[in-house]
């Protein structure tokens, strides 16, 4: 393992108090007023999975602003229960594919209030409720706020369990990479090869403007992204129709494991609330994902992987997201070991543990974007599970990493994992909110000559 520096002339924030001024200054920058924007210049609406992270971060210091980050977010919600990646509050000419290209804002007439995305992401928001619940001063705000809020994540969720899972077993699907959050994975390779380019309308990328290419998608990816949000476009959005068109139909690990810790955390808040005649229905929801979860183990590698439904086979990639089980819960005891082994190799080949894609793969790129790179939000879940299964020395390097990470370089999107220089977009919202609600409490101090992780 290279040891990784400690706080230093060359550190972007040799003190951690300036460096938590700084990511307040980022999240009241990238304010717009109820929601944030990740980051102004690449991504200037709001996105679904970063409002929740990001929620954990304004707690840290507006209590009432953290509801609202998550509250906003059902303003895009479906009347079909789904909660869009994307929510176009505003228009904004700085992003593609924008509102036109997604075509949804007549869909659903007038009962849908702004023009979203038409695809889902990872579905953090009874996770993050429940945790702001339990750690408010406000109970009564936080009451009064989880009310609101959890007939509308239940019919999310239910959404998820049923547009997405017809088979009813558990292996729930994303139709596109961008549903994962991990957009350019090497878990999608195969499988996104499958999707067709030709009759595509020319169009030009944003992205590029304003990050170097090396760190984003690759051109024969983006058109990819594009002809599915076409055939799904040419199809209504209309559920059964796009899983079945979908030449894209896999199981992502992150996914699963996300909705399982979703649908437990869902489950107390039915409980706490008093929603008793929601259980059984709840209880079928978990019983499943554990099942799939177990679907999901690859005994040989010793992790869980992604599934691809439409070969009917494990995709050959080995990610971050195959750690988020820890986060999903209830993972046997000898497969947390198994899986803290392949951490270990991890971390011998990268000082900034967790990279997104396996280091010890030729296919490996510490630049670009998840096939490579180390992203904080997903470093924040999977230290979370594993301390919950007792690996808490792991869940500190890794926070250690993450701190050390941000303090040298700042808040970027993502970071690489060798070297923890930062990629991607500057002043970048979930990182300076995992700074806040996590990182900084495993951070070496000003003056300190140890290394924390
Ligand atoms: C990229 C990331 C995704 C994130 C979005 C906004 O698309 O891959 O996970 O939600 O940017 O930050």
Redesign the pocket.
């Known amino acids: 393992m290279v040891e990784a520096g400690t706080p230093g002339a060359s550190w972007r924030f040799s003190d951690p108090e300036d460096c938590t001024k700084e990511a307040q200054r980022v999240l009241r920058q990238n304010d717009r007023g109820g929601y944030t924007v990740?980051?102004p210049n690449?991504?200037p609406f709001q996105?679904?999975?970063?409002s929740c992270l990001v929620a954990l971060g304004w707690v840290t210091f507006d209590e009432t602003r953290a509801w609202q980050e998550i509250e906003s977010l059902f303003i895009g919600q479906w009347p079909d229960g789904m909660v869009p990646?994307?929510v176009f509050h505003r228009d904004d000419p700085g992003y593609f594919p924008g509102p036109d290209i997604w075509g949804t804002a007549s869909l659903w007439g007038d009962r849908l209030a702004v023009p979203t995305s038409g695809i889902s992401?990872p579905p953090l928001a009874a996770t993050i409720a429940l945790k702001l619940w339990r750690g408010a001063r406000d109970q009564q705000q936080a009451k009064a706020a989880v009310e609101r809020l959890y007939p509308k994540i239940a019919a999310w969720h239910r959404w998820f369990h049923t547009a997405r899972d017809p088979a009813q077993d558990g292996m729930v699907a994303i139709l596109h990479p961008?549903e994962?959050?991990?957009?350019?994975s090497q878990d999608w390779d195969a499988a996104l090869s499958r999707v067709p380019t030709d009759d595509l309308p020319p169009f030009q990328r944003r992205d590029l403007d304003r990050v170097d290419a090396a760190q984003r998608p690759r051109k024969e990816q983006y058109e990819r992204y594009l002809s599915l949000i076409l055939t799904f476009r040419g199809k209504g959005y209309e559920p059964k129709a796009i899983y079945e068109a979908s030449p894209f139909r896999m199981v992502d690990i992150g996914t699963v494991a996300i909705l399982l810790r979703a649908d437990r955390d869902l489950r107390v808040l039915a409980e706490t609330l008093g929603y008793r005649e929601d259980l059984v229905e709840i209880d079928r929801w978990i019983a499943r994902g554990e099942s799939a979860l177990d679907r999901l183990w690859d005994e040989t590698a010793g992790v869980f992987r992604s599934y691809d439904l439409i070969s009917g086979g494990f995709t050959d990639a080995i990610t971050s997201a195959s750690f988020l089980p820890f986060y999903g819960g209830g993972v046997k005891p000898e497969r947390c070991t198994r899986m803290v082994e392949v951490l270990e190799r991890w971390g011998t080949q990268s000082s900034y543990p967790v990279p997104s894609f396996d280091p010890g793969d030729q296919r490996f790129d510490s630049l670009r974007?998840?096939r490579g790179p180390t992203?904080a939000?997903v470093n924040h879940m999977i230290a979370e599970g594993l301390t919950g299964c007792g690996h808490e020395g792991w869940a500190a390097r890794i926070a250690g990493a993450t701190a050390r990470a941000i303090r040298q370089s700042g808040f970027w999107?993502y970071f690489d994992p060798i070297t923890g220089r930062g990629l991607g977009?500057d002043d970048?919202?979930?990182t300076a909110a995992m700074w806040l609600a996590w990182a900084r409490d495993f951070s070496p101090p000003n003056d300190s000559s140890e290394d924390a992780a």
């Open positions: 990740p980051t690449i991504y996105w679904n999975w970063d990646h994307i992401d961008w994962s959050g991990r957009d350019n974007y998840w992203w939000i999107e977009g970048f919202t979930w």
